[in-house]
């Protein structure tokens, strides 16, 4: 059973271009979250999202920043014009629908804006 | 989520034990204690969970005081591996829900 997949493990970006970040849950995992660390910063949330549905977005930042769980396929984090300040690790997370079983992290994206 | 407060570093001897403490005083009496781990530039690893009993896996073990309000989690014989930063996070155990991670305790082995 494979842990959660998350790729690219590094994506390097130009000022003003998209990136997108991809996130597979573990098997039978229904809940994603995102997660974003800065440089030398701690783990932030983002977003909670079950399939076709945003659940909690009360992290996201306004602008620029999307995210879907579609039905099929994996969880996509999706950065418009990128800036240098979107520079961090962004980490996945997962969870089954039951209650209280520890969530299974991913081994991160870092996204480097040049 | 009830707030928790952890030293911001410990150190540790290769081979001891290493106690990590947490406290959580206005932990409801829904809510669960977590612990998680991160290894430098990795992602979080869950390590252990309690709501009022003495907890162990093969990981390490956890110690919540009767009242509740503070707890320890306790690396019976710590590695150089065992060098992250610990966060304890205290949450209602319902269906899914973010996890608020604090600034942990940075612990550090030494051989």
């Known amino acids: 059973n494979a842990g959660v997949m998350q790729n690219p493990r590094h994506l390097v970006r130009r000022r003003g271009q998209e990136a997108r970040l991809r996130c597979s849950p573990m098997k039978g995992h229904s809940h994603v979250y995102w997660y974003r660390q800065l440089p030398e910063e701690g783990l932030k949330f983002m977003v909670y999202l079950q399939k076709e549905n945003i659940i909690d977005e009360s992290g996201m930042p306004k602008e620029r920043f999307s995210a879907e769980f579609p039905k099929e396929g994996p969880s996509i984090l999706r950065i418009q014009q990128v800036v240098r300040g979107d520079s961090a690790a962004y980490f996945c997370?997962?969870?089954?629908?039951?209650?209280?079983?520890?969530?299974?992290f991913g081994s991160g994206t870092r996204l480097t804006v040049v | 989520d009830a707030k928790t407060t952890q030293p911001p570093s410990m150190d540790c001897a290769e081979g001891r034990a290493a106690n990590l403490p947490c406290n959580h005083s206005?932990?409801?009496?829904?809510?669960?204690v977590y612990w998680y781990r991160q290894i430098h530039s990795q992602g979080p690893q869950y390590i252990i969970h309690?709501?009022?009993n003495n907890e162990t896996n093969e990981m390490a073990s956890l110690i919540i005081t009767e009242d509740r309000k503070s707890s320890t989690l306790i690396l019976p014989h710590a590695t150089l591996r065992d060098t992250a930063v610990y966060y304890c996070?205290?949450?209602?155990?319902?269906?899914?829900?973010?996890?608020?991670f604090g600034q942990g305790t940075e612990l550090s082995v030494k051989p």
């Open positions: 996070i205290v949450r209602v155990a319902a269906r899914g829900g973010k996890l608020i």
């Open positions: 997370a997962s969870s089954p629908p039951t209650d209280i079983v520890g969530y299974t």
């Open positions: 206005t932990i409801s009496g829904n809510e669960y």
């Open positions: 309690g709501l009022k």
